[in-house]
């Protein structure tokens, strides 16, 4: 009897324990922001690049708020009001940051842009869908912007991708094209040209007249990618 006494005393304590858990508030503070270079959004894969927020005072976190970024270099995360440590991880941004953490103090919606230098630029892109090899054809330019040599780092990947909708991603293509970037010396590379990755026009649907391309550059020793934004090309 006095076992079932106190297992009794022990799934009440329980349940008010359970009961106060559940009434706790839910975040609802929203930090949101951009990545930027000189004002303009810059483009990445999909769940690539991220942020991590650390929770200080006497309560914080023992492990990050981890808060992805976009492909289109836009990000999101409710949160509770308080003060943060922003943290962007070396190994998960194609870019330098003038300061590698931030103080964050959240106290209602927050938008909070953040200015960075990537380490390359993609410019004058321009594609060409190649009806005959039923290819979307590129060409392009890799600016070094990031040349102190205690940063610089020389490119590892450029490779152009293809795919059906604006949310275009490693992951999500029809298809993409690698060029050799092997025993490349850094620096800026002008007149860089893709022969163009296929599209397999044939197996989109009947309806559907455009693709959409990305161009992508990977540096060595960072696993994201820098990319251009999806740019829709009407074809038929």
């Given amino acids: 009897m006095k076992k079932l006494f106190y297992l009794a005393i022990c799934a009440l304590a329980l349940t008010f324990a359970a009961c106060e858990y559940d009434n706790y508030d839910e975040p609802e503070s929203r930090f949101s922001g951009r990545i930027l270079y000189n004002g303009e959004q810059l483009g990445f894969g999909y769940n690539e690049v991220y942020i991590e927020l650390w929770e200080l005072g006497d309560w914080q976190l023992k492990q990050a708020i981890r808060v992805n970024v976009d492909i289109d ?128 026009s044939s197996k989109l649907p009947a309806a559907q007249n455009y693709i959409f391309g990305r161009v992508a550059v990977q540096v060595n020793g960072i696993s994201p990618m820098l990319m251009t934004h999806p740019k829709k090309i009407t074809f038929r």
């Fill in 73 to 200: 270099g836009t990000f999101s995360q409710v949160l509770f009001d308080g003060d943060y440590k922003m943290v962007i991880p070396k190994s998960a941004r194609p870019f330098v940051m003038e300061q590698d953490t931030v103080l964050v103090k959240i106290r209602g919606n927050k938008e909070m842009d953040i200015e960075v230098t990537p380490y390359y630029t993609i410019e004058n892109v321009k594609y060409k869908y190649n009806a005959e090899a039923d290819k979307l054809e590129c060409t392009c330019s890799i600016r070094q912007v990031v040349t102190d040599p205690a940063e610089a780092k020389t490119v590892n990947i450029m490779r152009e991708y293809v795919g059906k909708t604006a949310y275009l991603y490693q992951g999500s293509q029809i298809n993409w094209h690698t060029l050799n970037t092997q025993n490349n010396p850094g620096g800026s590379l002008d007149n860089v040209i893709f022969s163009g990755p296929a599209v397999n």
